[in-house]
């Protein structure tokens, strides 16, 4: 049985991808020091011969007993709240974890797959965005913590696979949304579904016409597998397409989660991307890949999951 790391394995990405890792026949050992990721996430994997959990800081150096095949690098605060809030932590997990899951990579001569992300295009001066856009990010505002984390982990990861000869992979990760997100999170789809589920206002930044294009986590781990086991050096985005304001994902929501929730607009945050919309040329020619779960649909199971998460019976809203 081959046998994948996935640091971060206990957050909303990492456990998704822990997940259908184990459903291809792939042991798992997931990673987490659980800043931001939950036990609970993977407490259903718990028992399973096939997985174990280590709780453990990547940004310190990993020891893993045993052969092991791939190494998923996608420990990282995601959310602009968590890396605003924890700016240390997120730089460090970008520069010391990655070098410290890339070293074990090279003892155990695994496959390395890098969890980047679209935010290394910063605020877009080219649009849609395609791999070899080289961004236009403000290093030193309060963004750039993350984003310039992830740009260093790209640039590591391709050193190693240059210098060492090891075999990497990098994904751009888009928008993603889905079930284990947290409620708390801090980005447009859990915030706006909270917000209307308890009937309270839905708070947009700024007038809500900067635009995302919003990937179900199904899709996205499909991806990521893809070219987990393609031969494909170079980054690859994944995302979806179907890119809308971020005043009509609220309104989208308010009307799904039958609330009766208004829109009221909150000052935009530093240096936020005014459009974010993936070209996904290089997936679809060069891994087969595209998104399936149209947006409703995947709405729909998030909804449920906050629904159960939150305590509120289908139909209603705290309204």
């Not at 280590?54 to 052969?67: A, N, R, T």
């Not at 520069?95 to 695994?110: C, E, M, P, V, Y």
């Not at 240059?162 to 993603?176: D, K, M, P, S, Y």
Request: glycine share 10%; net charge neutral; hydrophobic share 40%.
């Amino acid at each position: 049985m081959k046998r994948a790391v996935v640091t971060g394995g206990a957050g909303f990405l990492g456990s998704h991808l822990c997940e259908r890792l184990l459903g291809e026949g792939i042991a798992v050992v997931a990673v987490d020091n659980l800043v931001t990721g939950k036990r609970e996430n993977v407490a259903h994997l718990e028992g399973r011969s096939d997985f174990s959990f280590l709780h453990h800081d990547v940004s310190k150096p990993i020891e893993i007993d045993g052969g092991v095949d791939y190494i998923l690098h996608f420990a990282s605060p995601a959310s602009p709240i968590d890396y605003l809030e924890l700016p240390i932590q997120t730089l460090k997990v970008g520069s010391l974890g990655t070098h410290n899951s890339l070293g074990l990579a090279k003892a155990k001569r695994a496959r390395y797959l890098l969890a980047s992300t679209s935010e290394v295009y910063g605020d877009p001066l080219v649009h849609p965005q395609p791999e070899t856009y080289w961004g236009n990010v403000n290093p030193v505002g309060p963004r750039g913590v993350y984003d310039e984390a992830k740009r260093f982990a790209e640039a590591m990861t391709m050193a190693y696979q240059r210098v060492h000869g090891l075999e990497t992979r990098i994904v751009r990760i888009f928008n993603t949304y889905g079930p284990r997100m947290r409620i708390n999170d801090g980005r447009a789809v859990p915030t706006f579904i909270a917000q209307a589920l308890r009937g309270e206002d839905v708070t947009i930044f700024g007038s809500g016409a900067q635009t995302r294009s919003f990937c179900y986590v199904s899709d996205l781990v499909a991806g990521i597998l893809k070219l987990m086991e393609s031969s494909i050096n170079d980054p690859v985005n994944i995302g979806n397409l179907h890119e809308m304001s971020i005043e009509e994902m609220a309104k989208l929501i308010i009307k799904m989660t039958g609330s009766s929730s208004k829109l009221v607009l909150r000052p935009l945050p530093t240096d936020d991307p005014k459009v974010r919309k993936p070209d996904i040329t290089r997936a679809r020619t060069l891994l087969g890949w595209e998104p399936k779960v149209p947006l409703e649909q995947g709405l729909t199971s998030t909804i449920e999951y906050f629904r159960k998460k939150m305590g509120i019976g289908a139909g209603t809203t705290g309204a």
